[in-house]
C-alpha cells in the first residue's frame, strides 16, 4: 500500500529556531493536512491544503506557522520561531478527496523536541 | 460535527472478537461514521467508515443502529497487534478536518 513518508523522524531544535517538517504525500493525493500530538494528548488539527493554499486552520496554527507545497512531491510545515510549547509529534496526512467518504493517510510522524 | 462518547478502555483475548462501542447521539443525516486507530505513537490508521449501513472490510465490521445514534467496531479475531487507541468520528460531508477524541484504548491479551 502505498505510504505518508516524513522526515526526519525525529528533530531536536532549541527554542527560537526554525525547522522545517517535511512530508511526502501519496503521489496522487490532492488534499494535504497536518496534525500535532502532545505527549499524552489528543491528536489536534493544525491545517489542511488543497489546490496550493490552505482549505482550514486551526486556532493552533498561528503566525509562526507556515505550510508550502515547493515541488510536485513535497509537503512542509515550517515554525518559524520555536517555543517549548512545540514539542509535539507532528503527523502529514494526505487523502485523495476531501476527508469525508475517503480515508486520510498519515505518516508515522517527526518527533519533535524544543529544548 | 456530532460529539462521540466512547469508553475509555476495554480489554479482549486474543482470538475473541473485539467489540467497540461508540455513542453519537446527536448525529445528523449528512455525518458520516469513521474509525482509526493509533497503535502506540504511529500516525492514525484508517479503519472504516459508514453512513446507515453496517459496513464489512478486511479489517473490520461496522455497525450502526438503525437510528444512528451509536455504533459499534467490530474486530473478529483480535490479536496483540490490534492493542491500540481507537477514535470514533463523526464528520460532515464538507468537512476538511477530522477531529479526535479521547478514543478507547484496547488491550488485547493472551
Known amino acids: 500500500e502505498p505510504e505518508v513518508t516524513q522526515t526526519p523522524s525525529h528533530q531536536v531544535t532549541q527554542m527560537g529556531q526554525e525547522v522545517i517538517l517535511r512530508c511526502v504525500p501519496i503521489s496522487n493525493h490532492l488534499y494535504f493536512y497536518w496534525y500535532r500530538q502532545i505527549l499524552g494528548q489528543k491528536v489536534e488539527f493544525l491545517v489542511s491544503f488543497y489546490n496550493n493554499e490552505i482549505s482550514e486552520k486551526s486556532e493552533i496554527f498561528d503566525d509562526q506557522f507556515s505550510v508550502e507545497r515547493p515541488d510536485g512531491s513535497n509537503f512542509t510545515l515550517k515554525i518559524r520561531s520555536t517555543k517549548l510549547e512545540d514539542s509535539a509529534m507532528y503527523f502529514c496526512?494526505?487523502?485523495?478527496?476531501?476527508?469525508?467518504?475517503?480515508?486520510?493517510?498519515f505518516g508515522s510522524g517527526t518527533q519533535l523536541s524544543v529544548l | 460535527d456530532a460529539k462521540t462518547t466512547q469508553p475509555p478502555s476495554m480489554d479482549c483475548a486474543e482470538g475473541r472478537a473485539a467489540n467497540l462501542p461508540c455513542n453519537h447521539s446527536t448525529i445528523s443525516g449528512n455525518e458520516y461514521v469513521y474509525w482509526y486507530r493509533q497503535i502506540h505513537s504511529q500516525g492514525p490508521q484508517y479503519i472504516i467508515h459508514g453512513l446507515k449501513n453496517n459496513e464489512t472490510n478486511e479489517m473490520a465490521s461496522l455497525i450502526i443502529t438503525e437510528d444512528r445514534k451509536s455504533s459499534t467496531l467490530i474486530l473478529p479475531h483480535a490479536t496483540l497487534r490490534d492493542t491500540a487507541v481507537y477514535y470514533c468520528i463523526a464528520i460532515t460531508g464538507t468537512a476538511s478536518k477530522l477531529t479526535f477524541g479521547t478514543g478507547t484504548r484496547l488491550q488485547v491479551t493472551l
Open positions: 496526512a494526505s487523502s485523495p478527496l476531501l476527508a469525508t467518504n475517503e480515508k486520510l493517510f
